[in-house]
């Protein structure tokens, strides 16, 4: 079983959905998590960093983070066509240096 | 600030040639590590330097893998005698450090081996 798990997808929708992205994870010991971008041939690009338990919000992004039942989520609302991409979520434990990867799920907003 | 930089953004050789690729992190960010993503994948860490120390290498290199971080600033990854198997991106990151902080991503060198 793999550390973190994320659906690969694809997911699409229509323009303006709230789209819903999520990974699960078996170590309690992570407590940083991000959520990052990548559009295609490009490096991944940060959009959310939190830490522990609870939401946090910026601009159309919402990150919520549950570590009672190790489950992360990212929410997107008013989806935009320039929203497609792949996005990756990543973990670490507190005073270690290993960032751990999803395999991130592929979004699709169609116009 | 003009983020991590990678150069070069691509890189097509021929079966047994050597390449390297090279990192500048974000000025100040004392940790950099190499990532390897393959199509469908997330990144998979290769390894880690605090500073100068190359403090982790990853099983997934093999002795044809290595990387340097002279004085702690920018780095280099070398692949000797490549094989199609290491066609994939390799990314670079980097991170300040004094605390588990964010990973900033370069835009990746892509290596294609035919």
């Known amino acids: 079983q793999k550390e973190v798990e994320q659906d690969p997808g694809p997911l699409s929708v229509p323009e303006g959905a709230i789209v819903s992205l999520n990974c699960t994870y078996s170590?309690?010991?992570?407590?940083?998590f991000m959520w990052y971008r990548q559009y295609s041939r490009k490096g991944p690009e940060l959009l959310m960093y939190?830490?522990?338990?609870g939401n946090k919000e910026d601009g159309r992004f919402t990150a919520q983070v549950d570590k009672s039942s190790k489950y992360i989520s990212l929410f997107i609302r008013d989806s935009q066509p320039s929203d497609s991409a792949t996005y990756l979520c990543?973990?670490?434990?507190?005073?270690?240096?290993?960032?751990?990867f999803g395999t991130g799920t592929r979004l699709k907003v169609l116009a | 600030d003009t983020g991590v930089s990678q150069n070069p953004r691509h890189k097509i050789t021929k079966r047994g040639q050597n390449v390297t690729f090279r990192c500048d992190p974000i000025?100040?960010?004392?940790?950099l590590y190499w990532y390897r993503q393959t199509l469908g994948q997330g990144p998979e860490f290769l390894t880690y330097?605090?500073?100068?120390?190359?403090?982790?290498k990853s099983r997934l290199l093999s002795d044809r893998f290595s990387a340097e971080r002279p004085k702690g600033s920018f780095s280099t990854l070398e692949i000797q005698r490549t094989e199609q198997g290491d066609s994939a991106m390799y990314l670079c990151?980097?991170?300040?450090?004094?605390?588990?902080?964010?990973?900033?991503f370069g835009e990746g060198s892509r290596l294609t081996v035919l």
């Open positions: 990151a980097s991170s300040l450090g004094r605390v588990t902080g964010e990973l900033f």
């Open positions: 170590n309690s010991a992570f407590q940083y």
């Open positions: 939190t830490y522990s338990s």
């Open positions: 990543a973990m670490i434990a507190s005073g270690t240096y290993k960032y751990i």
């Open positions: 000025s100040e960010h004392n940790r």
């Open positions: 330097f605090q500073n100068e120390a190359q403090l982790e």
